[in-house]
């Protein structure tokens, strides 16, 4: 007689419902194992999307710099800046850049209007800025090359800055001092923010950006600050994948500029973000590696307890047999109820697993959520469990002797 699969579920139900103390005990492993699966997958998830998102606020990761090589020979560090003549060869040398800009800072200026006050870093920079840091003017207009070929006084401030001396007032048209001379308020930036989830009492990780003012480099070297070397340049790649490419072709245009000395790092945003999701797959497999040995133990443990449910139930199985009862019948029995164990302990693993996400995310100061993908990993790794480690106690069953079994006490 055989038994139907709907018989197996029912019989293995009802198996569980007897020992129900046993049957918790033998999941605890699958339901650590499940836990440590989530909350792991969670905050490899949050990494990667806000560090994207942040990335993308501080333009993108098409964008590439370069800039002074902090580790290089000390008696170089004098050479290590670039000449309007050298900045032309390097962007002639990159069409495929879709935006390039060299930047001189002067960091902690003092920018006034009238009694008010402000200090701000004043950077000297091309029109390519925007589109380079992916950053809209909310007001006016940005720098143009005719302001660059003709050392215009004009300044374009951050939200901040424009606030702090202008208030309500409208600066566009208006008139700024910083060093000693009127510079021509031709526009205003947007607002650049970032507020990262779980951290609002840090605020604006981008207020920096708010808080500087460009005019053009030329106006900057020739009339601002003179003493001032250019010794940063920002890339804009066409693709995130013609990125590393650019980056790549970067370097040795520049090292071989100067004379093979690695005076200046290019960096870019692609490798950063590519170096960072390695790292997270090093974490990952750490935390899951953990997370596998407990599941290891649960289901060496789940496969014991099976195997003396099987030595419990010898007679059960030989009555079976007896009546007509097939092997395969008690094989998938078996199997059967061993995966429902641990089906049982992936679903309380997972309700644990959200109700763990959010003191996670406290305690990392990160906002942790549950993806229906996290979900079906986790029920798929518990059955797996359940498969795996149910074969033995199944074929163990299934290969008894119905006459031994019937003769067992």
Known sequence: MAISLRESLFIGLADMWTRKIRSLVTVVGIILGVMSIMVVLAIVNEMNRSTLEWMTERGGINKIEVHFNWGNDKSDWSKANFTLNELKYIRSQIPEAAAFTPMISDRESALTKGELYYRSTISGVYPDLPKVEEWQVAKGRFINYFDLDNNNNVIVLGSTVARELFGSKEPVGDYVYAEGQAFK??????????????????????????????????????????????????????????????????????????????????????????????????????????????????????????????QERTREIGVRLAVGARRLDIFIQFMIQTMLITSLGGVIGIILGYAILDLVGKYLIMQLSASLQMVYVALLVSVGVGFIFGIMPAVRASNLNPVTALRNE
Do not use: C, W
Not at 185 to 195: D, E, F, H, L, N
Not at 276 to 298: C, P, R
């Open 185 to 310: 308020v031709i526009g205003v930036m947007a607002t650049k923010s970032y507020v990262k989830p779980g951290t609002e009492n840090f605020g604006n990780f981008l207020e920096y950006m708010n808080k500087r003012a460009f005019i053009p480099l030329s106006t900057m070297i020739h009339k601002v600050s003179p003493s001032q070397k250019i010794d940063r340049i920002n890339v804009r790649a066409a693709s995130p994948e013609e990125a590393l490419k650019l980056q790549s072709k970067l370097e040795s245009i520049i090292l071989n500029m100067k004379e093979g000395k690695r005076l200046f790092e290019v960096s870019s945003a692609k490798e950063m973000m590519d170096e960072m999701k390695k790292n997270s797959q090093v974490f990952t497999a750490i935390f899951i590696l953990i997370a596998v040995v407990s599941l290891l133990v649960g289901g060496i443990v789940i496969m014991n307890i099976m195997l003396a449910s099987v």
